[in-house]
Structures are given as structure tokens and as C-alpha cells.
């Protein structure tokens, strides 16, 4: 007796390209992202995920010079905390490899 052979599916693979042209497709049009997916052929909680994905690579870039101010001060900050803990993680290295 023969058995039938289990149908794969194929796993499909997106280019980054696609992933955000559909993003922004969904984001542009004011469509439902169930209907978007639909009409791409695509899970809708793919293009989702994709969404999050794409948010989270693209910086924010600031828009006004005030912004610019904030970023470049908040910026600042991050480096002289960076560069206490650098200082400290030296210091302590240096009292560590001497007994």
C-alpha cells in the first residue's frame, strides 16, 4: 500500500526591498493590514512583524533645531556615563592584575 507523501511547504524568503515596500504599502494606503497581507499573499502577522522589524532599524532622525539640541545633549551625556564606566572597568582591571 502506498502512502502519500507529505506535502512541504516551502518556506518562502522576502528581500529586504519587499519587506519594506509592503510595509510602506500598508502604512500609505489606510487599508486594514489583514487586507494588505491578503492582497500581497502574505500572513498578516508577518507583515507585522515586518513592520517592528523596520521600525526598529530606522533611526529617528530629529526634525527642528531644538530637536538637534536635545539629541546632541542627550547624546553627551551617554558618552561622559560611558566613559565613567570605561575609566572604572580600568581601574578596576588595573587593581585586579596586580597581586
Given amino acids: 500500500m502506498n ?7 516551502k518556506r518562502r ?3 529586504e526591498s519587499f519587506k519594506r515596500q509592503a510595509v510602506e504599502h500598508w502604512r500609505s494606503s489606510g487599508k486594514p493590514r489583514k487586507q494588505v497581507a491578503q492582497e500581497l499573499g502574505i500572513n498578516h502577522w508577518l507583515l507585522r512583524s515586518w513592520y517592528r522589524e523596520l521600525r526598529v532599524k530606522e533611526p529617528v532622525v530629529p526634525q527642528t533645531k531644538a530637536d538637534l539640541q536635545a539629541e546632541n545633549q542627550r547624546l ?10 570605561r575609566d572604572i572597568l580600568k ?9
Fill in 13 to 15: 524568503r522576502f528581500d
Fill in 91 to 99: 581601574k578596576t582591571l588595573g587593581i585586579i592584575s596586580h597581586p
Fill in 76 to 85: 553627551r551625556q551617554e558618552l561622559e556615563r560611558l566613559r565613567e564606566q
Fill in 3 to 9: 502512502m502519500p507523501e507529505p506535502t512541504e511547504k
